[in-house]
């Protein structure tokens, strides 16, 4: 799930004239990083002449802002805060109304429509299973202990019961998720769908972990781009990305940072370079939170038949105007077999890559846009 920028030139001096003529001879990149928001890293890199004083305190003041907003949507969304809108609707009894912020309103908004778009492999309200297979914080925490009835001992050497893979499917229907706004006043209502397996009732859960990140980093981006940032990215998560214009000498695309995605199968390197600006990216995949069991691998993708994905989609990118929904995507697509994801390409509009484990053991790559695939042993297919 990584993507490295490659070429980032921090602290260097790019070149003097962009194709708009501009000068920028004094730009340099600024860099601001946090360990504190969605439990993972946040870097940006922010384009600008920081030789003026007056520049540096407008990049300061922007990074205070971003902070802020980001504390703003974890709170909101986090399922670890027993305050966030969704640990509160997670914990709700079914058919309850709720009253939500702005964030969580229309991150849900956005969910709403990417669970259409993609015909439900993106969703959700897989909350139980994402739990169920040993994909919540709570079990890589140091003194994690069994609580819930559904728990192992030793999670990833037993398979959950099916038990309960079957009997939490009927709390997955997205679509009956209703949102609603009185004035100033935002409000999710929750399904009244609930099941009971030995004796404990369970309800309708969210989790909003697979377009969070994406989320935050389009917000991040809004707030640069309104205190006059035309270059540099955002980056949560090494996952999820926004990304501004570039500077480097010695380019036909002057204005395009390179892109270098991290392979799927081979520690510390990448598979695939593209050049973007102004636009957002993600990536998925099966290989940076998984376990095996008997020699198989589960990994944190969880399709709709609520088992983790296993579909041969080893990684996915998407690349279009909004983070948010480049997660969805990328999610989505990890759990759609290949003849799903293909016709998918063909129609979303949306700049897609994937990398596939075919049946004979060779891995092939799909991809709707221009990209250079570095690794010749993965196999360029004809899309």
């Known amino acids: 799930m990584i993507i490295v920028i490659g070429m980032v030139c921090i602290g260097c001096t790019p070149s003097l004239v962009t ?33 003026r004083k007056e520049i540096v305190a407008k990049a300061d003041q922007a990074w205070s802002e971003i902070q802020a907003e980001l504390l703003a949507v974890d709170q909101a969304i986090s399922e670890n805060i027993s305050t966030s809108d969704i640990a509160r609707f997670n914990q709700a009894p079914s058919g309850e109304k709720l009253e939500i912020g702005k964030h969580t309103f229309d991150l849900i908004t956005q969910c709403q429509e990417y669970y259409d778009l993609t015909s439900g492999h993106f969703n959700p309200a897989m909350a139980h299973h994402v739990d169920l297979w040993g994909f919540t914080p709570r079990f890589t925490s140091a003194n994690y202990v069994p609580t819930k009835p559904y728990d192992r001992d030793d999670y990833r050497t037993q398979l959950p019961d099916d038990r309960y ?19 100033d006043q935002y409000f999710i209502t929750k399904p009244a769908s609930k099941v009971e397996i030995d004796g404990v009732t369970y309800t309708m859960g969210l989790t909003l972990g697979g377009v969070g990140k994406g989320y935050a980093c389009d917000r991040a981006r809004d707030i640069l781009k309104k205190h006059s940032f035309n270059f540099g990215y955002i980056s949560i998560g090494s996952s999820s990305m926004s990304i501004l214009q570039s500077i480097q000498p010695a380019k036909v695309n002057q204005l395009a940072w390179n892109v270098d995605i991290v392979h799927p199968r081979k520690d ?57 929904k480049c997660d969805a995507i990328t999610t989505a697509l990890c759990s759609m077999d ?46």
């Open 338 to 383: 290949i003849e799903q994801a293909k016709e998918f390409m063909l129609t979303s509009g949306i700049d897609i890559s994937l990398v596939y484990q075919a049946g004979n053991g060779n891995m092939e790559y799909y991809s709707n846009h221009e990209a250079t695939l570095l690794d010749k042993k993965i196999i360029k297919k004809q899309f």
């Open 19 to 51: 194709p708009d003529g501009e000068n920028y001879s004094n730009y340099t990149y600024k860099a601001y990083q946090s360990l504190t928001y969605f439990g993972t890293n946040t870097y940006i890199a922010v384009g600008g002449d920081f030789s």
């Open 165 to 183: 893979i079957q009997g939490f499917l009927p709390l997955t229907d997205f679509s009956k998720v209703e949102l609603s706004r009185e004035g």
């Open 268 to 324: 510390g390197a990448t598979y695939l370079e593209i050049e973007l600006a102004n636009t957002s990216l993600s990536t998925s995949g099966d290989y940076e939170r998984f376990y095996k069991v008997n020699g198989n691998r589960y990994c944190h993708i969880i399709a709709p038949n609520g088992r983790p994905a296993a579909t041969g989609i080893v990684t996915a990118t998407a690349i279009c105007d909004q983070s948010s």
